[in-house]
Each structure stands twice: as C-alpha cells, then as structure tokens.
C-alpha cells in the first residue's frame, strides 16, 4: 500500500515538474529553449528574441501555409494524430513515440515508464502530458467531469491546465490525482478535437471556394 502511494505521488511529480532534461523550462513550451535544443544549438542566448509564437511541437495550429482538404481534413482533426505530431516534433524517442496515442497512453504506461520496465526514458513523460493536451488548459472540462472531487479537490485541476511554463509544486496531498487519469485524458481527446474542428474545417471550405 505504501508503495502504491509512493509510486501515484512520483509520478504525479514527474508530470507536473519542469522539462529539465530536455532544455525546456515549465512543462513544456518554452518555445527559444525548445527550438534551440532541436535545432541543436548549443548557446541558447543566441536564439532569435523576435520569436514567430509558435509552441515548438504544436506549430501546425499555426501554420499560414497548410492546405486543408478532403485528403487530410480528418487526419488534422483527429486528437491521435495531433498527439503523435506533436511528439515527434518535439524529438522524443521512439519508445515515448509509440505511446502517444490516446488509445495507448494510460495509468498503467505511466506506471511502466516510472519504474523503469518501460524503454521509454522517464524524463520525457511531462512532454508526453504536453502534447497529450496540446498545451492547453483543460480545466474546465475537468472539472464537469469530476476531476476536482477527490481528498486532494481542485488541486487535481493543476494536471489539466498544460499551458506553456507554467509550473506547481507538487506534495503528498496530489496523490489522490492519479485515479482520475482516464477523465483528464477524456478531457484532452474531447477538447483537442472540437478546437482541430473549429481550427481546420474552415480552413477546408475556403479552399473550397476557389
């Protein structure tokens, strides 16, 4: 029992803590950093200061040149294949690749990552939680679907809310956060789907005009 605890507060920790390993500060857009370490360049200082605002990993809700039609419409609509986009943007493994997909990316694949039976690296599971919500607050869906209503309350709602840099610490009084993985991931797929819908379908009819 007591390793079970343990174990739902360390990786409650992971997810919630700063991108370190990787370059990033705050989980996970700091974008000059993040673009820097794919481009590997080594003196971040450098880094053009007039950034373009795109999120590295999540540049295609950004992009101006896109071509949206019937042929990818559904493709740019679908949550799986922006969680997957996203992580192989942001240069994950492919071990940590393979796992986002919201199909596959669950407690227990955490829990495999965490205690090391998984070849995907631990560091990289806060970016996996990025992308899995787009760097977007998902809070509101959260809380409608109950993810506040544990002993730890609203605090869970720290887990929804992936905006770029923006960090919490983490205590003992999150660990009850875990069991409510499933309803946040829900969030996430529901969420990321009707903005891709509002984002990229009209962007499919004005083609449709010439």
């Known amino acids: ?65 896109i071509h949206v039609n019937d042929n990818n419409v559904a493709r740019l609509t679908n949550p799986n294949h922006l969680f997957h986009l996203c992580c192989e943007n942001r240069k994950l493994p492919a071990a940590c690749v393979q796992k986002c997909h919201f199909n596959v990316y669950d407690k227990q694949v955490l829990e495999n990552i965490f205690i090391g039976t998984d070849d995907c690296p631990l560091d990289f599971l806060p970016e996996m939680q990025f992308c899995a919500a787009q760097g977007k607050d998902h809070r509101e869906c959260c809380t409608a679907r109950g993810v506040g209503d544990t002993p730890a309350g609203s605090k869970c709602l720290t887990f929804c809310d992936q905006r770029p840099d923006i960090y919490t610490p983490i205590d003992y009084s999150y660990s009850p956060c ?33």
Request: charged share 30%.
């Open 1 to 65: 029992m007591r390793f079970s605890i343990l174990l739902v507060l360390a990786l409650l920790i992971v997810v919630a803590s700063t991108c370190k390993s990787n370059g990033s500060c705050g989980c996970c857009g700091c974008r000059a950093k993040a673009k820097a370490r794919a481009a590997n360049r080594v003196n971040i200082d450098e880094f053009d200061p007039k950034d373009d605002g795109n999120i590295f990993g999540l540049e295609i809700w950004n992009d101006t040149k």
């Open 178 to 210: 875990l069991d409510r993985f499933e309803d946040m991931k829900q969030c996430f797929y529901n969420d990321i789907r009707k903005s891709a819908r509002r984002h990229f379908i009209p962007k499919l009819n004005k083609n449709l005009e010439f």
